[in-house]
Each structure stands twice: as C-alpha cells, then as structure tokens.
C-alpha cells in the first residue's frame, strides 16, 4: 500500500516565476492538506481540500492555490514566486477532516 | 485558535538516558494532540496521538505522553533512548474552523541528538 506521495523531490525556480507541485494520497483518503515547512520551523498549514474543493485556508496569500482531482489527488500552485517562498512544502491525506494525517516526503523548493 | 509551544529546541542525550520533551497548546475546550517525529532525511511520521479517553497514550517505538488537561500540557516520554532516536520531534493539536474542518497546528519542534 503506497503512502502518500509527492513530485517532484526538489525545484528550483527563479523569483516571479509560477511552480505546481504535486501530491498523491495514500490509499482510501479522500482529504489532502498541504503545508509549507520553512528551514528550522514547524510545517505552517497552507490549505485543505475535501470533495474537490478548498475547505479551509490558512494564512497564506492568494498567490498559493490548489487544486483536487476526482482521484483525490492534489495540486499546489504557487505564482509571482518570492525568495521567502523556498522551503519544504508537504502534503498529508486523511479520511476525511478530524483524523490523523499522512506526511508525504515534501517537494524541497529553492527560489534564487 | 490554537497554538502550540515547545520550549526545548536543542536536546542533547547520551544513549539510555530518560527523554521528556515539553509540549504546551493554548486552547481550553476539546484537544486532539499528536507527537510527530522527522527522522535525518524521511518523512514527518506519527510516533502517537490522544483523542480521547486515557491520558497516557503509548506510541510507537517505546515513546509515550501523557495528557494533563489542568497544565495545558501534553509531554513525550521514552525512559531509554537509543543512538537511532536522534531526530527533530514535533508536537501539534488539531484546531477546528467554523466549518468543522480541523488543521493541524504544529509547534517548532525539537531537535534531539543522542550520543553513543
């Protein structure tokens, strides 16, 4: 049984470019979160999402969005990238919202 | 909403020595706390979780925490640790929006390091 997994492993982008990045979660989860997890800090939450849409958002500007798929499977966008936007952004699956949460192995982000 | 606090940052331990790690969160009504633990290189794994019921809640790997409701506290023990427990240590409560959902809110973690 795959655990929730994530592409690409790292990125590296210039700033004001736009990045997506991916996540699969593991079998029998319908609910994605997505989490951005600056060097020396604990993962900040960004956004969840349940039934292909967007449950509850963190506070994060408008420049992060995301998408799910009808697979469950999520997507992280990021636009007009910051230098400040480099870190390790991870995606947890759940059942649904109130249970424990799956960490996939992170997309490492550097933004120069 | 829900904050999470832990005060040790840099935990240095010789092998077979006790570990308690603190955990403090701010939110008074119903708790869901989790200890996560990030090993050199791997992915955020869950060592245990308190929902309910018994305070003390065991985990994986000889961890365990015990839930005091009076202190705002849930602390992460293991009476004896072992070379392969170095590894960053995060604690984190659930906070639930006006829509019901629940997200985790972490603390910084702490970083331990034992020494053979």
């Known amino acids: 049984d795959a655990g929730v997994t994530q592409s690409p492993t790292h990125l590296i982008k210039t700033r004001g470019q736009q990045v997506t990045l991916r996540c699969s979660p593991k079998s029998g989860h319908d609910t994605v979160s997505w989490y951005q997890q600056a060097l020396g800090q604990g993962p900040q939450f960004i956004f969840q999402y349940y039934e292909e849409e967007e449950r509850q958002r963190g506070n994060f500007p408008d420049r992060f969005s995301g998408h799910q798929f009808p697979n469950y499977s999520s997507e992280l966008n990021v636009n007009a990238l910051l230098l400040g936007d480099s870190a390790l952004y991870l995606c947890?699956?759940?059942?649904?919202?109130?249970?424990?949460?799956?960490f996939g192995p992170g997309t490492r982000l550097t933004v120069t | 909403a829900q904050s999470v606090s832990q005060h040790n940052h840099h935990v240095i331990l010789s092998e077979a020595a006790s570990l308690e790690l603190g955990c403090n969160y701010s939110y008074g009504g119903t708790v869901n706390l989790f200890w996560y633990v990030q090993y050199p290189g791997q992915h955020l794994q869950l060592l245990l979780k308190y929902f309910s019921g018994d305070p003390l809640v065991k985990g994986i790997k000889g961890f365990e925490a015990e839930f005091i409701k009076s202190k705002f506290s849930f602390n992460l023990r293991k009476p004896s640790v072992q070379w392969s427990d170095t590894a960053e240590y995060f604690c984190?409560?659930?906070?639930?929006?006006?829509?019901?959902?629940?997200?985790?809110?972490f603390g910084t973690g702490t970083r331990l390091l034992v020494s053979p």
């Open positions: 947890a699956s759940s059942v649904g919202t109130g249970y424990e949460q799956y």
């Open positions: 984190a409560a659930f906070e639930r929006s006006n829509t019901g959902f629940q997200k985790l809110v």
